[in-house]
C-alpha cells in the first residue's frame, strides 16, 4: 500500500512536470496530489515499520472524510462525463461556438477542435446559423471571433449563417451575450465546446434563462484530458458556489 501511494505520487509529479513545460493552468492541483501521495506512503511506511497505530477516533473520522470527499468528487465527475457523451440534436436554431485562445491570428488547438466540429454541424444542418463567441485578449491579434468566422467561411460556410459576438471574455460572457444577438432565450441553441466543458456550459446557460439548450461535445486533446477533467471538477464547484449555475 505505502509502495502503490508513493507510486502514484511519482506519476503525478511527471504529469505535473510534463503539465507545467507545456504552460497549462492549474497544474498545480498535479503537484498537490503528488504531495499528498508521497507523504502519506511516507508515513504509512515509517508507521507500520515502527509498529505505531492512530487512534480509532481518528481513523473513523479521516475515513468518513475520505469517504464523503470521494463520493462528492465521483458524482460531479459523473455530470461532466454525461455531458461529454452528450449527442447533438439536428436541426437546431442557432448553435453558439465558445471561444477560447486564439495566438496571434491562428485558432489555439481547442478552439480548432470546436470549430472543426462547428464546421461537421453546419454542413449537416443547413438552416442552423451559428453565434462565434469570443473577444480580444491581450496576446490576441484579432478577436476570437474573427479568428472563427474566418476558420468557418473558408471550411465552406456561408457568412449570411455566422454571426460574431466580440465582447466576451469568459464562458459566463458568451452565453449572456450570444443571447442578445440571439434574442430569443427559447431557440432550439446548442453550445458548441471541448467535451469536458459540456456539462458546465449548458448549466451556466439555463441558468441565464436558456430553455432549449443543449451540449455539442468536440474533441479534446487526449494527452492533456485527465488534467481537463479533474480541472473541470474545481470549476464546476466554483460555479456553484459563486451561483452561477
Keep these: 500500500m505505502s509502495i502503490g501511494l508513493i507510486i502514484l505520487g511519482i506519476l503525478c509529479l511527471a504529469y505535473y512536470i510534463f503539465l507545467w513545460t507545456h504552460g497549462l493552468d492549474f497544474s498545480i492541483v498535479w ?83 470546436r470549430l472543426e466540429r462547428a464546421a461537421v454541424y453546419l454542413k449537416e444542418n443547413p438552416d442552423t446559423r451559428a453565434v462565434l463567441s469570443g473577444g480580444q485578449g491581450r496576446d490576441e491579434i484579432i478577436t476570437e471571433a474573427e479568428a472563427m468566422y474566418r476558420y468557418l467561411k473558408n471550411a465552406g460556410i456561408a457568412e449570411e449563417r455566422l454571426i460574431k459576438e466580440e465582447n466576451s471574455t469568459n464562458t459566463e460572457e458568451n452565453l449572456r451575450y450570444s443571447a442578445e444577438m440571439i434574442g430569443d432565450k427559447s431557440a432550439r441553441t446548442g453550445v458548441v465546446t471541448n467535451n469536458f466543458h459540456v456539462f458546465r456550459a449548458v448549466e451556466l446557460a439555463k441558468k441565464q434563462g436558456y430553455t432549449n439548450v443543449s451540449g455539442i461535445p468536440a474533441k479534446s486533446d487526449p494527452v492533456n484530458q485527465p488534467h481537463y477533467i479533474v480541472r473541470e471538477f474545481f470549476a464546476v464547484v466554483k460555479e456553484k458556489i459563486v451561483g452561477n449555475i
Design 31 to 113: 503537484l498537490c496530489c503528488a504531495a499528498a501521495l508521497i507523504c502519506g506512503g511516507l508515513i504509512r511506511s515509517y508507521m507500520h515499520r515502527h509498529e505505531l497505530h492512530l487512534p480509532g477516533a481518528v481513523k473513523v473520522t479521516g475515513g468518513i472524510i475520505i469517504t464523503i470527499g470521494i463520493i462528492f468528487f465521483v458524482v460531479v465527475e459523473g455530470m461532466i462525463f454525461h455531458g461529454m457523451m452528450r449527442k447533438a440534436d439536428s436541426n437546431l436554431n442557432y448553435i453558439i461556438v465558445l471561444g477560447a485562445q486564439v495566438r496571434g491570428e491562428t485558432p489555439s488547438k481547442a478552439l480548432r477542435k
